[in-house]
């Protein structure tokens, strides 16, 4: 069983959004929202990954493809 979620799904979703389409930096949008930039840049780009898999479901994620590269 996985360590619960510390911030709700809606607040994640709402970040992503705010960061995709804000124009500012990232670092300047966790700062306003009290998040490590790290974490936002890791929601950030779970979800592009997600928005490119739905896109062609056969598609890697960016893990899958670093780890297939190292096993190459």
Not at 1 to 14: A, E, I, S, T, V
Not at 38 to 58: E, I, Q, Y
Request: charged share 35%; aromatic share 6%.
């Amino acid at each position: 069983m996985g360590r619960p979620n510390k911030y709700p799904d809606q607040f994640r979703k709402d970040a992503i959004e705010l960061a995709r389409t804000s124009g500012r930096p990232i670092a300047e949008v966790a700062r306003s929202l009290n998040i490590a930039e790290g974490t936002l840049w890791n929601w950030v780009r779970a979800a592009r990954d997600a928005d490119s898999r739905a896109g062609d479901p056969a598609a890697l994620s960016e893990s899958e493809r670093d780890e297939l590269a190292r096993l190459r």
